[in-house]
């Protein structure tokens, strides 16, 4: 169970929020009428929603045009479709609820907007943030030492892709899994399948051996990025698999 789902169950108190894992999108939806209902403690949350839905449209509301659809189990045991939405837009609604019941959550919600905001101002709070985050996994020091290392060895990689022209989010996927594909066989979404997670990071849930090969595709991929200089999607992709083909030879 991911950090996200925690989240969702204890903010709402154990109650039953039926949620649905998207594997292409990589993210979780959550019903909205399960948190209508126990925001709001309606009779009727279908009807509650629907009433609210209208409103939000007139108002523009954009957490409406973002809301999917899923077919799930209801008490009846038929499959109805449902509308859902990601944990992002379950936030958003709760923003837009008129209920007493949701004055913790709105309150929860903006304490972590300001900590956000004072980490722009004073980054190592952020830094700080993520250590404790850490130690609370049951890290050790010396493990979370050298994912902070990781971190910073990503970012070197991703602004020499940046200066060769790479600049949408999906193409940083895409030589991204041509690094673990050259070494593992496998696409980053395929890895994590291996590995039984899904929002959990890859490498905080990596072996030693596997960290070392992953942060050697990257190093080998930066190095040779920055002395061929490829430049746009096609050109760094091999680049890419060549860096990560470099881990093969260090079993």
Known sequence: MTDKINTITNLF???EIRSVWDSKKEDYYFSVVDVI???????????YWRTLKSRMIKEGNQTVTNCDTFKLKAKDGKMRS???????????LIESVPSPKAEPFKIWLASLGSERIDEVF????????????????????????????????????????????????YEYGILTNEIYKAWS???????????????ESLRDNMTDIEVALTDLGEIATRELAKKHKPY?????????????NTCKKHP
């Open 13 to 15: 108190e154990g109650n």
């Open 122 to 169: 004073d980054p190592e709070k952020a830094v700080n943030r993520a250590v404790n985050y850490y130690r609370n996994k049951g890290y050790s020091d010396e493990w979370i030492e050298r994912r902070l290392k990781a971190i910073l060895t990503r970012n070197k990689l991703t602004k020499v892709w940046k200066e060769n022209g790479i600049n949408k989010d």
């Open 37 to 47: 209902k126990v925001l709001t403690e309606s009779n009727d949350p279908s009807h």
């Open 232 to 244: 746009g999607l096609k050109q760094n992709k091999e680049i890419a698999k060549r860096g990560g």
């Open 185 to 199: 066989g496998m696409k980053a979404s395929e890895y994590k399948e291996f590995k039984g997670i899904r929002k």
């Open 82 to 92: 449902t509308d859902m939405l990601d944990t992002e837009g379950i936030f958003r």
